[in-house]
């Protein structure tokens, strides 16, 4: 196990090196300034105290948030989302692990190489497409054989383009990980169950834990696809909220938008450790 | 009934002498054009608690040798024995051999002690004999206080009795060993030879050791198997192995060595007559396990198995002195021969400084009997 860490130099060597360069600085305060700022003002304007989302009156205070909670229809799109999500990400990963397992271990096969590129391209395809094409599918599923799982459509489509995005972690922490600690676990009388139970799973688990932030963002802010599969009574936050700016704008739509911000950083921030604390464990 | 015994009788020995026999083994990679035969027809039998190496350059087989000791790959054909026993279809979890790999492989998630548990656990053992056992090994290999630290904090050298360890405590009927000692730096490498030794000869267990560092194969094997190209070369004792060479390979990859092209004249029970370049007549050994032919052969000299000389005329070899390489304990000294052909000299340093030759004499080479090494290729 190498030591990863790189010195970095404290002195100026002379040598043209990217960091001291002038205008370094200033570029990277930009570019952190154009990311954040529009958020924290969104999320500075989810307190106002009068009716604007651009100009601020009265004392910072719950109301929009008050507001919000008491939407039913903010709640019920709140809890289809929780549903789809965590439906979604579970498979999702489930699938990806296995996929990863398949195409990164065990005997090569022909086509192993094709399987890579099948797993990914979805990442490439417009969502749009994908979106318009997943409609048809259901929507020929409905008037041939009259299937609708209901909100088990919007579950199933997101499982599906989830996938790749869950694999991706977890393939490179598993083509990192040297393949002969499983021979060594084998080695050691570990059945091949034991050596992926003690051994390669342990392992896996920050390749894991990424994948299944990527997968729970990709599914809870999902827009584009949903907005195409939702039927009646399966509007989800983004759609709600999506919704909402075709009324009035208030500062509730930002309370809700920092609500659904704070649910997605919760849970990259919680992924984020579960992966570091495995990672520092073992490297 | 008489006739047939001795062919049956050694055989039923060695069968339960031998704690792995390798019987006509071949393992190729890949097929059709780009096939690769990195194990080519490979015969030998490890014995009984031996220290037995194998030792090659790299690509020479040697490695996936030792994996399929491990059951890692599988033969393509012939096949393993083990204490008797068919072991070639076996997958590794269920083949009674350990190994220490050569990046060690522990388990970055594991303390050192379940590290070493490990085998045990998987062998289904109860908790307090591995405890025990664990403990013991820790003694064994000398790491007590590193016990509950994790592998990674731990320096290279205690990874490395760790992976021992390891391996060593579900007590397996042979231990496998691949370059277990190359990432270390030399000073730790000498100690762990000197360890490993310690830990065969206590355990009692067989070792087979892989390497391509033929000091550490003569020093730290009963017997060494030295392979080339897929092929097991020539098996004998660290002596055999660098006194009597069978083939030039062997005798150019263990140690420094003069070739030299000779006549063999006439041969009794392996001492032959040869005359060398210069017309002298020597005694020779020759090899083994080959029949030899009179007519052209090739010989060898270790450096050290000649002698410089002023005395032209009782010399068996005349030359020149080239360059003279002074080391300390010993001067190694280039001729050129008569004939053409460089021939080195290896003399032990004495405080008697008059018997040092310089550069550009004419000087002469004896060989004492026992010094010219018959080659069978």
Not at chain 1, 199 to 223: E, K, M, Q, R, Y
Not at chain 2, 225 to 252: C, H, T, W
Request: with cysteine; glycine share 8%; hydrophobic share 45%.
């Amino acid at each position: 196990m190498a030591d990863a860490t790189t010195e970095v130099p404290l002195v100026r060597t002379g040598a043209f090196d990217l960091k001291w360069q002038p205008g370094f600085g200033v570029a990277t305060m930009v570019c952190l300034v154009l990311l954040y700022a529009p958020m924290i003002v969104l999320f500075v304007f989810s307190f106002n105290g009068s009716d604007s989302i651009t100009r601020w009156g009265g004392l910072p205070n719950w109301h929009w948030y008050t507001e919000a909670f008491a939407d039913q229809e903010f709640r019920s799109a709140a809890m289809n989302t929780i549903k789809i999500t965590v439906v979604a990400t579970i498979i999702s990963t489930l699938v990806a692990t296995a996929a990863a397992i398949g195409t990164t271990r065990g005997r090569r096969f022909a086509g192993q190489g094709a399987i890579y590129t099948v797993v990914n391209l979805p990442l490439m395809v417009p969502e749009i497409i994908t979106a318009i094409a997943t409609l048809s599918f259901f929507s020929l599923l409905a008037q041939y054989a009259g299937i609708n799982f209901g909100i088990g459509n919007l579950m199933l489509a997101h499982t599906v383009f989830c996938i790749p995005f869950a694999y991706m972690p977890i393939r490179a922490r598993l083509e990192g990980m040297d393949e002969r600690l499983e021979q060594a676990a084998a080695d050691l009388y570990a059945t091949p169950w034991q050596a992926f139970k003690r051994v390669t799973l342990p392992l896996l688990v920050p390749g894991i834990s990424a994948g299944t932030a990527l997968a729970f963002i990709v599914s809870f802010d999902d827009f584009t696809i949903t907005q195409l599969v939702a039927g009646p009574g399966q509007t989800t936050l983004p759609l709600y909220i999506w919704a909402k700016t075709r009324r009035p704008l208030t500062p509730e739509l930002n309370a809700m938008c920092t609500i659904l911000l704070a649910i997605s950083i919760l849970f990259v921030v919680g992924s984020f450790l579960i992966a570091n604390r495995r990672r520092s464990k073992t490297e | 009934m008489h006739g047939q015994a001795p062919s049956i009788a050694p055989r039923v020995a060695a069968a339960g002498e031998a704690a792995i026999s390798i019987e006509r083994v071949s393992k190729s990679f890949g097929g059709g054009e780009d096939i690769v035969r990195a194990v080519d027809d490979v015969s030998l039998a490890i014995r009984k608690n031996e220290f037995f190496t194998l030792l090659g350059p790299s690509g020479c087989g040697k490695t996936t040798l030792l994996r399929l000791i491990a059951g890692f790959e599988h033969p393509t054909r012939g096949r393993l024995l083990l204490d008797g026993q068919d072991i070639s279809a076996l997958p590794p979890f269920k083949r009674p051999v350990n190994t220490v790999f050569q990046n060690y492989a522990l388990f970055p998630h594991m303390t050192v002690a379940q590290n070493i548990g490990f085998g045990l656990e998987m062998l289904g053992k109860p908790r307090a004999e591995i405890s025990a056992t664990v403990d013991r090994m820790l003694k064994l290999v000398r790491m007590e206080e590193l016990k509950n630290r994790r592998t990674s904090q731990i320096s290279g050298g205690q990874q490395q009795r760790v992976a021992l360890a390891r391996a060593l405590a579900p007590q397996p009927k042979v231990l496998l060993l691949d370059e277990p000692l190359s990432a270390l730096d030399f000073k730790l490498r000498k100690d762990m030879q000197i360890e490993l030794k310690r830990l065969q000869h206590e355990t009692g267990i067989t070792f087979v050791f892989v390497t391509h560092d033929q000091e550490e194969a003569l020093t730290m094997s009963d017997r060494i198997a030295v392979m080339n190209k897929g092929k097991v070369l020539q098996i004998g004792s660290p002596r055999d192995i660098y006194d009597r060479p069978a083939e030039r390979f062997v005798a150019n990859f263990i140690g420094d060595t003069n070739f030299l092209d000779a006549e063999l004249e006439s041969f009794a029970s392996g001492i032959g007559t040869v005359r060398l370049p210069s017309g002298a007549r020597m005694n020779a050994s020759l090899p083994v396990d080959a029949a030899v032919s009179n007519g052209k052969v090739s010989v060898v000299v270790r450096p050290e198995h000649a002698r410089l000389t002023r005395d032209l005329a009782s010399a068996a070899l005349k030359g020149k002195l080239d360059t003279v390489v002074y080391f300390g304990t010993d001067t190694h000294y280039h001729l050129k021969l008569a004939s053409g052909e460089p021939f080195m000299v290896r003399q032990q340093n004495t405080r008697d400084g008059a018997a040092a030759f310089a550069a550009g004499e004419d000087v002469g080479i004896t060989l004492s009997d026992n010094a010219v090494q018959v080659l069978r290729d």
